[in-house]
């Protein structure tokens, strides 16, 4: 038999049986995109997809919270030795000092030498080193003041005067030597001593430097005086001494001399002396062009020495009579 009336009615009506299958039909899509999902989530860090796991095994979506909740939990906690205040606690000086040393590296010469001068000027002064900031200086290169290096030092500066340094003096002698601080410098100084032992023309420049750093220019003096003479002169033959430096300046204080000073040219003249007469003065010539006070010093060496002869003679021929008078009990006749 056919349908009932109810049936009928139930089947055509809105949303009947049409409805039930639109259910049905989005029911198994949710149920897809469901384990599309949990299929995407499974290759996914947790830390993105925000998933928790239960104890039981089962999993659970968590809010954006509680996903940062777990990540901050996973993620190690800052050690108060690595923060940014630590940091620069520990480091900052490390950082300050590194960054000054490559400044003062990059700075110019000039300036770096202006600082080097400026810690040993004289307080009134500013334009000098005087005899305390020569003192100092002399103290830092580990130097004496009447050391042989000061003298070559005097000289790569080209002073004026003893006992003091002018600013230009200064920044000229050390570019002289190329050196910008103490340590170079004292090695540029062990470096000419070794240049003057070897280099005759070099020596030579240095000794007639010796004289003019000797005078007092400021006082107008144009002779070296006695007793800053024979100074200068040990001092500048530190390295190669002559064979007759003791006996010239032995003579030069002895009664025979009344010489006060020093000029020039009997100054210059000595190097050539020494270098031309040997050590007897056998070789000296009284008719050549040498300043009267040499000839006066090789009479005085012979005199000496004929002394020295007769004296020595008289002594033996008494030691001989002392003898025979020992012997015979009778002085023999000379």
Known sequence: MGKC?????????PGGCMN??????????DKQNSTIILEQEQNMPLATTGVNRNFNGSRKLSSRKNSEEIVADNCPKSSPSVSKRH?????GNKVANAEEKQMKRTLPLETKLDYLFDKYKDAEDEHFILADGVERLCSDLNLRPDDFKVLILAWKFNADQMYQFSRQEFLNG???LDAENISQIN???SEC??????DPSQFKNLYKFTFKFGLDRAGGQRILPIDMAICLWKLVFTLNKPPILDRWLTFLQSDKTHIRGVPRDTWNMFLNFTET?????STYNDAEAWPSIFDDFVEYENDRLNQNVVSSDAERQNSINEKCKTDSGVIPAI
């Open 5 to 13: 009336l109810s049936c009928y009615k139930a089947s055509n009506a």
């Open 193 to 198: 001593v070794a240049e003057l032992k070897n």
């Open 20 to 29: 039930e299958s639109s259910n049905s039909l989005k029911n198994k899509t």
């Open 277 to 281: 007469i040997g050590n007897d003065l």
């Open 174 to 176: 050390c570019k002289v």
């Open 187 to 189: 090695s540029r100084l």
């Open 87 to 91: 940091f620069h606690q520990f480091f």
